[in-house]
């Protein structure tokens, strides 16, 4: 981890620990983390910066539990089981906060492209490749005009509908590292497009994320296409 990254990770724990503190007295705060209430008010305070490990801590064990359950008091599920996630992926914000926790908490390697698919997944992948400091690239339903050369993955669903995404040619290299991550995974379909474009471009997968996952077929599906870590922050 160069001093840059530190530095963000610094950051991003004093965030999670400000997010924590929204509802909680130092003392309480310091019950939570097991950290002293006189460290966390300096902290949350912005008069120092927990040391790297501490950090590390904070956002491994703390961010990941406490942003879960921050996703799911934002999710609302329909009668039909439609899941609304708009007060997560309309809010930068908190999604700044997630990248730290994805790239620490889970065990994906650390990848040279961030990929999703259009549209609601396009602000955490532009949030992990800022994290990472590496490219984020989005397959499209459609072909961008001035593009002569696409990646294509295609599928039929079981509604009978042909489902295909498109990436200009040069958005993956061959041999580069690649995290798949999207807003929702339910059925895995969008994940199992993305993962051949991947295998198409001769690329490796760091890893599948998402924020949601609606049961665990998606998860399922997307581990049976991948021997990469699959996961998701929540699943409803």
Not at 79 to 87: C, M, P, Q, R, T
Not at 141 to 154: D, H, N, P, Q
Not at 197 to 207: L, P
Request: net charge negative.
């Amino acid at each position: 981890m160069n001093r840059a990254e530190k530095a963000a990770l610094q950051l991003r724990a004093v965030d999670v620990l400000r997010m924590l503190k929204e509802t909680r007295t130092y003392d309480e705060l310091a019950e939570t983390t097991g950290l002293p209430a006189g460290d966390l008010n300096r902290y949350v305070n912005g008069h120092v910066l927990p040391g790297t490990e501490r950090a590390r801590e904070v956002v491994e064990d703390l961010g990941r539990e406490a942003l879960a359950g921050e996703l799911e008091a934002r999710i609302r599920v329909d009668d039909e089981g439609y899941v609304d996630n708009s007060a997560a992926v309309f809010d930068q914000s908190f999604l700044d906060l997630v990248a730290p926790v994805v790239a620490n908490a889970f065990d994906f390697d650390r990848p040279d492209v961030v990929l999703t698919a259009a549209t609601d997944g396009i602000t955490l992948a532009a949030s992990l490749a800022s994290y990472y400091g590496t490219r984020c690239a989005y397959a499209k339903k459609s072909k961008e005009t001035a593009v002569e050369e696409f990646i294509e993955a295609r599928e039929r669903l079981q509604s009978g509908i042909e489902l295909t995404y498109y990436l200009p040619e040069s958005a993956i290299d061959a041999g580069e590292s690649v995290l798949v991550v999207d807003d929702l995974i339910r059925s895995g379909e969008t994940q199992e497009l993305l993962l051949d474009i991947v295998d198409t471009a001769d690329a490796d997968v760091a890893g599948v994320f998402a924020l949601i996952a609606a049961g665990e077929d998606g998860i399922q599906r997307a581990r049976s296409h991948t021997d990469a870590p699959v996961d998701a922050l929540t699943t409803v």
